[in-house]
Structure formats: C-alpha cells, structure tokens
C-alpha cells in the first residue's frame, strides 16, 4: 500500500486538505471507504464533500442519528453491524463527517473493529475542529457519564475546511467558542484577547483563530499524550461543564446542552473558584464572565440542581482515589493541574455565576 | 508511582511470579485493585489466588457468567458500569482471574474503560494460558462473530501458575492443546514431535512444555506485532476454526465447542488444504489428523452444515477486498500466508476430516 501522509493525525485545510485526502484514497483505492454521518451532516454536508473529491470513488454512507443522546454503545453496536454487513475488513477506512458524536464515536468504532481500523476525521462542526480533531481521544458516553469508554488512536488524517460552518445553526457554532476561549485561558493572554472578541462573521480572521486554536491544542498533546500532566489543562471547565451536561442529559426538567453550552457555564465556576482559592485575578474573572455570558445565556440552577451536579463529579476521569480533582488557574496561561476543590466553594461559584 | 515491572505484557511463572505480583501490588496501594472473574474460576480459582498474595489487599471482585456466549457487548457494559459504580478511576487495576473469555473481554473492559485502565492477566485455563496471555489481543464476539470488536494492548503482566490446571475439566486442558500442536506445526518439527505425544499427568514437562509455547507465541508477537505477515501464522486453522465455532455458537442443533475443540478440526482442514494445494507431506498430514483425533472427538458436519459455516468465512479478520485469505503450510514450520481457497479445496477437506 503506497500512503502519501507523512505521519499519522496531522490536519490538513480547506484545499490543500481536499487534495491531500483525494490523494490518500486514489492509493487506497483497493480500500472500501465507509462515510459515517449523522442525519444532519448527511443532509447538509455530503453534497459538498462529495464535489470536493477530486476523483469517483464507490463510498457507503452509513448515517446514525444526531444528537449526544446517541453517542453511546448501542449505537456502535448498530454501526459495527452494519460495518460487518457490509464486509469492511482491515484494510477498509472510515471517514468520519460530522462534529463531535459523529467524530468521537467514528474513532472509537473503527479503532475496535476487528481490532483497528484506519480512519479520517472531517470535523464539521466548529467545537469537533478545535478539539475532537485533534490528539486522538475518542469515545462514547456509559448512561449519562460522558465519554466514560473509549480509546486514545490518532485518525490518519484530519481535514478543515470553515465552508462546513455556514451549514451550522448559530447554537452549534457559539457552542465550538467555548474551547477557544478555553485555548486562550489556559494558553496566553494574547490570543484570549483576540478570541474574546472574535466576529464570526470576519472568515479569514476567524479561520486564522480557528488554526491558532488547533496549534494550541496540538503544542499541549504534542507534549503529553497521554495526559499525564499538562494534556488535563485542556479539561478546564469540563470538571463542572461534563457534570453538568451529565446532569442535563438525564434530568427531563432541563433542556439538553450542548457540549460548548455547559462548558462554558463549567469555565466560569472554575474561573471563580481560581479567583477564590489561588488568586486569580478579580477583574479578569469578571471579564470572562461578561464575554462569556454574551455568548450563553445563563442558565438557572436550583440548590437540588446544583448537588445532583456534584454527584456527577465523581465519574470525572481525572480523580483518583475518590477525589475530585480541578485544574485550575493563577492567572491567564498559568495553571494547577490536580486541585482539590471543596464543595462549598462549588456553592460560592454557582451563586457568583447568578448574580453576576 | 513506583513500579517493578520492566516492561509491559511480561509473563512470569509460579512462585516468581506470585512475588513479583504482590510487589507490583504493594506499591500501587494507592489504587483500587478489582479481579474480574467468572462463576468457575470464583468459585475454583479466587481462593488459591487470596492465598498466594502475600499482602493483604482490598479487593473487590466483579464476576461474570462463564462460557463463550457471555463473551460480548452486554458483558461489557454491565462491568463498566459496576467498575463506574464501584468508583474505579485511570489509576485502578483489573486483573483477569480466568480463561480467555475472562482475560480477552476483561483486557478490553480495561483498555476503554476512561479511554484505559492498568490491567494484569492470570490466566487459569490451558487455552489463555499459551494464546490469549500472550501478544495483547483483546475482545468481544459481536453476535456469533468471533472477537470481531477489540483492541491490541498488553497487561502490566501476565502470571502463569500451571497450579490452576488442576481445576480444570479434562475438555478445557485438551481444548488448550489445540494451540500448542499449532505452535508446533507452525514453527518447529522438534516441538511438534514433543506436544504431539505429551502426557499431561507428567507435570514437569508439561509445564516445560507450556513455557516453550509461550515462548514461540513471544517471538512472534514481537517480530509482528500489528500483524502484518508473521503474526497470520497463529491463525493457522482458525479461519475455518472460527467459522465453525461461530456456526456451532449460533446453531441450535449444534454443541457448544470450546474454542481449541473447534481449531482442533480447523487444523485438519487446513493442513488437508496445505497438502492439495502446497504439497505439505501426505504423510505428516496424517500424522496431524490421527494425533488430534486422538485428543478431539470427531464432530459431524452435513452439507449444510459446511455451507453454513462458508457463509461465516467473510467475517474472517485477515480477508482483504472480499477474499478469505488462509495461512496454510508447505511443511511443518514452512508457512505461507494470505493464500486464496476454493470452496472445492474446503468441501474436500471436509471429505477427508469425515472419511479419516
């Protein structure tokens, strides 16, 4: 088999990214090529993947349905099945078109599938460019426990292309925010300033944010795979955020979150809980605050809300021995990895977060 | 963290390997130990297992149902969702107190458990004990297609205690077997002349014998790892022994065959196949054929029963592009991967295991 990647999951844009993978399949044309879509990304996104491909190629398109509430085991099961149907063997590839279900769950099925097979992420929504794409995670969720199964494997190749944005509802696109400003928090004062005030609207600055997001993402799981230290920054604000999202999943009186939605929410909490415990400072907290709240609006969270959420905290993948543990931040680019945090300041973060 | 063990997937033996185990487990006493296991071996093997740790250790123990059948999804979810409860976190420890589908399912569990768990094998049966322990290979059956969802990942160890043979039913210990003729017949005719007329009652070449197997496994696992040419040679007689597995899984007229009860005949078949094809001796063909009838009584097979179990082919892992791909041998230690078969070859094998 000939292969033009240099090295496995490096992400490749807009046109180059096109030929390059038209590229990869012409020499694997021997290959079944699998396309895993969502219901949403079939309809709004295949026509224009299909017309990027530079060459024909026979392809199947297995769709599942959209949505979180669907990334879970039984829906691998049923794409396995169909995978086994349609005799994929080893030497078949995946490509994975879609956001974060389609890209997380795609990973994880074709990582499993007669133990690994290869595959390619096209993230479509902008929360799956700027974080599932990159550092090889994947998964599904167990119940209402988030990505609670799954394996670390790098997709051969990860294709961008921002055409695939102008398909997203406005909901979805603030949603993939949340980690950038997430990147610039845990990162550098610098590109938290641009970011803050990004207009989406402005498409070459906005995809020059978008690979800059990418970079920072990349630099951190270049240095700690396997995420022994530093990769947990990246899990600032998803302590809470993850919990709950957890919670809102399950519960039928809240509406379900999107994943940027609650981390958002999970990014305040942590900012003030950082204020509260290692200093962070004051008046930056409340300029995250401002800039996040003028992207998501607030949600309500009774005191019942807010313990059901700490019971999620347990399942959070980053505790050991029992206890659950924060990363949190001096100030902006200047974090603690490993933080035990009391349930009370929890209590004093959420209050902050109402009534700001 | 502190850590005895050299390096991953490492077999150690009896008392040795009791030592470096309650070692390993002493200096991760941080962690939360848990033993998978099922009905039999809790039953038959926990309390020597207790017994043999020189520390005293807190442990909980997960069962599951015994038999291939229990060796799938469901399974899975239901100890990940125990582990979940139970509050195991990125630094417990499973070990896989059993035979293969313990250690094939519980090594999975482990490697997607919060994207992977440490796990240890300490494999009870004949079986895990020269295959499955060794190499990384774990997984599920997805309905009667066998380990059709897994990945490759080694244990911190694997610890061989030829004690536990002594709990085992004679089929299980001849079942085992069938993997050390195929070690010999795929490698050397030296050991294939010792494992053929082995006496199992003499314990001392036995567990020499276990040792060498264990041995020629290592040396190709890691000559191969990913499985690219030499590693085919250990499915020799799996690519019809699984077909035929499968079909006796899913059939209602069938017995259940232990899994080297069924390679036992795929072995037959292949070698039968090698002779038509390749010109593997006639002689030692029927060499082969008398020592494994000697140990495996002969299974009937209409057919119907032979068309069925073509039809379970397609699902083997090595096909490529639709084609079943067999390893077959031109002598004994001379073999010859991804060899194309005609239904004729197969139908004629089955004349000859029939007529023997």
């Not at 207009?199 to 690979?211: A, G, H, P, Q, T």
Request: glycine share 8%.
């Amino acid at each position: 088999m000939e292969n033009s990647l240099k090295e496995k999951g490096l992400v490749y844009y807009s046109s180059l990214g096109w030929k390059v993978l038209s590229n990869y399949l012409y020499e694997q044309k021997d290959s079944k090529i699998f396309i895993l879509t969502d219901e949403n990304t079939k309809r709004y996104c295949s026509e224009y993947f299909l017309e990027k491909l530079c060459i024909e190629f026979k392809l199947e398109v297995l769709t599942i349905s959209a949505g979180e509430a669907f990334k879970n085991i039984f829906t691998c099961m049923n794409v396995w099945n169909t995978l086994s149907e349609k005799g994929a063997d080893r030497n078949s590839i995946i490509i994975n078109l879609g956001g974060g279900v389609v890209t997380d769950l795609g990973g994880f099925v074709a990582s499993t599938f007669k133990r690994g097979l290869r595959f390619i992420n096209i993230p479509t929504s902008l929360l799956a460019m700027v974080d599932a794409s990159v550092g090889g995670k994947n998964g599904v969720d167990l119940g209402s426990i988030k990505n609670q199964i799954g394996v670390i494997t790098l997709p051969e190749m990860v294709l961008i292309d921002t055409e695939f944005l102008k398909t997203l509802p406005k909901a979805h696109l603030t949603s993939g925010l949340a980690e950038m400003l997430k990147h610039g928090l845990i990162h550098s004062k610098k590109y938290w300033e641009r970011i803050k005030g990004v207009n989406v609207l402005d498409e070459v600055e906005f995809e020059k944010l978008i690979r800059e997001s990418v970079d920072i993402k990349k630099e951190i799981v270049t240095k700690d795979p396997l995420e022994k230290n530093l990769r947990k920054t990246l899990n600032y604000g998803h302590t809470l955020g993850h919990a709950i999202e957890s919670y809102f999943l399950e519960s039928d009186q809240k509406p379900e979150l999107l994943h940027g939605e609650a981390v958002a929410i999970g990014i305040i909490l942590a900012t003030h809980i950082s204020t509260e415990s290692l200093g962070f400072p004051k008046k930056t907290l409340d300029d995250v605050t401002r800039t996040i709240l003028s992207y998501f609006p607030r949600q309500n969270f009774s005191k019942s809300d807010i313990e059901a959420v700490i019971k999620f905290l347990v399942f959070d993948k980053k505790n050991r021995n029992g206890k659950v543990l924060f990363v949190l931040l001096e100030d902006i680019g200047q974090y603690k990895i490993d933080c035990e945090v009391s349930n009370s300041l929890i209590y004093s973060a959420f209050e902050y977060y109402k009534n700001f």
